[in-house]
């Protein structure tokens, strides 16, 4: 058959198909998008971020293909309708669903199977003019790290500590992304560890200004407001403190779901810096507790003081109280009673009882 034969044999196929409403073409599948839970969402290969922003059960497939790749997707609130289908793509059990929707927990690092989940308390630093007894010096919330064999997913509740700059920082360094998830796990803790050393610094000058304003001669500093970056102070040392035993127990253990050895390092430097954090929040925590203490004895002296000058502006009122009751008595038998000067002289003795008890006062210190 020549070409001239072939051709309208063709047409006529083609249009028997459009008729029967067949194609013969192949139809794409419609493109599939992120829900709005998804922050961003990437396919790393040997290090290198693949282009595109792909729906993350398609990154992960790819990642299953590819050797030396993982998929890291980055969630923020995601609702129970999404993390219920991220779970199902990563083979998340319902426990771990149920987690990564709460808010709150405790630093910690758990196994679930093939699973590893680290969980991170974030902190933030609320900038503010003066501090007063509702500021909110510090924001703190959590962000859970789930790290699998090919994926690494980033659920965070809450405004601080987001991970954006994490992720556009390690992007530029390739040769530690090509050690897999847990280079972001790494990413992840330097970055917060970093945002507590910043807020432990915001914090410290909120702390010597309250301490100037406490003992200051005019003691402006309430106490209440002593009270409110104490409670600050003590919800910061609960998201950074406890996450020493975490990371104890990831350098630790000899276990190959463990960060690896070329990270092992970077990990221990993490440590050391958490160290010093950690000590810088028991510093400012036993300062305030210091702080509140010499407020309450400054409190009390004051009062004390108070109470002194009550007491001698009521000794002095009792004194003319006591020498008018007697005069006031009117007994006819009452010295003085029927003298014509009587009234001066009990006028002046009241005068004088005044005037002699308040010189006494004042030397003592009381008035």
């Known amino acids: 058959m020549d070409q001239r034969t072939a051709r309208p044999g063709r047409r006529l196929h083609a249009l028997v198909d459009r008729l029967l409403g067949r194609?013969?073409?192949?139809?794409?599948?419609?493109?599939?998008?992120?829900?709005?839970?998804?922050v961003d969402c990437a396919v790393y290969v040997g290090g290198r971020r693949e282009p595109g922003r792909p729906h993350y059960a398609d990154a992960y497939a790819r990642s299953r293909r590819g050797r030396d790749a993982f998929v890291w997707l980055g969630l923020h609130e995601p609702g129970p309708a999404v993390m219920a289908a991220v779970g199902r793509v990563f083979g998340l059990d319902d426990l771990t669903v149920?987690?990564?929707l709460a808010d709150g927990h405790r630093p910690t690092v758990q196994r679930h199977g093939d699973v590893t989940l680290l969980v991170l308390r974030t902190a933030g630093y609320v900038e503010h003019d003066e501090l007063t007894e509702t500021s909110e010096v510090i924001d703190t919330g959590?962000?859970?790290?789930?790290?699998?064999?090919?994926?690494?997913?980033?659920?965070?509740?809450?405004?601080?500590?987001a991970l954006t700059t994490v992720r556009t920082e390690?992007?530029?360094?390739?040769?530690?992304?090509?050690?897999?998830?847990?280079?972001?796990?790494?990413?992840?803790?330097?970055r917060m560890v970093d945002l507590y050393l910043e807020v432990a610094g915001h914090v410290e000058r909120d702390l010597e200004r309250v301490e100037e304003n406490v003992f200051a001669r005019d003691r402006r500093a309430d106490i209440q407001h002593v009270y409110q970056l104490k409670r600050e102070v003590v919800e910061f040392k609960r998201a950074v403190l406890p996450l020493q035993s975490p990371l104890r127990t990831?350098?630790?253990q000899q276990?190959?779901?463990?960060?690896?050895?070329?990270?092992?390092?970077?990990?221990?430097?993490?440590?050391a810096r958490l160290a010093r954090a950690v000590d810088r929040v028991?510093?400012?925590?036993?300062?305030?507790?210091?702080?509140?203490q010499s407020r309450l004895a400054q409190l009390a002296v004051e009062q004390n003081n108070d109470m002194r000058k009550i007491a001698a502006w009521a000794a002095i009122a009792a004194a003319q109280t006591g020498i008018a009751g007697v005069?006031?008595?009117?007994?006819?038998?009452?010295?003085?009673l029927q003298w014509r000067y009587g009234y001066a002289v009990a006028l002046g003795l009241m005068v004088l009882a005044a005037f002699t008890l308040y010189r006494l006062f004042r030397r003592s210190g009381w008035l």
């Open 170 to 190: 390690i992007e530029q360094r390739p040769a530690l992304l090509a050690e897999g998830p847990w280079a972001v796990a790494y990413a992840v803790c330097d």
């Open 23 to 38: 194609s013969s073409a192949t139809v794409p599948a419609p493109r599939r998008s992120n829900p709005d839970a998804v």
């Open 250 to 252: 990831l350098l630790e």
């Open 98 to 100: 149920e987690q990564a």
């Open 327 to 336: 005069y006031g008595m009117n007994f006819p038998t009452l010295p003085g």
């Open 255 to 271: 276990d190959p779901a463990n960060p690896p050895r070329d990270l092992h390092r970077r990990f221990v430097d993490v440590d």
């Open 142 to 161: 959590d962000v859970m790290v789930f790290l699998g064999d090919r994926f690494v997913l980033t659920v965070r509740h809450g405004a601080s500590g």
């Open 282 to 292: 028991a510093a400012y925590d036993d300062l305030l507790t210091s702080i509140v």
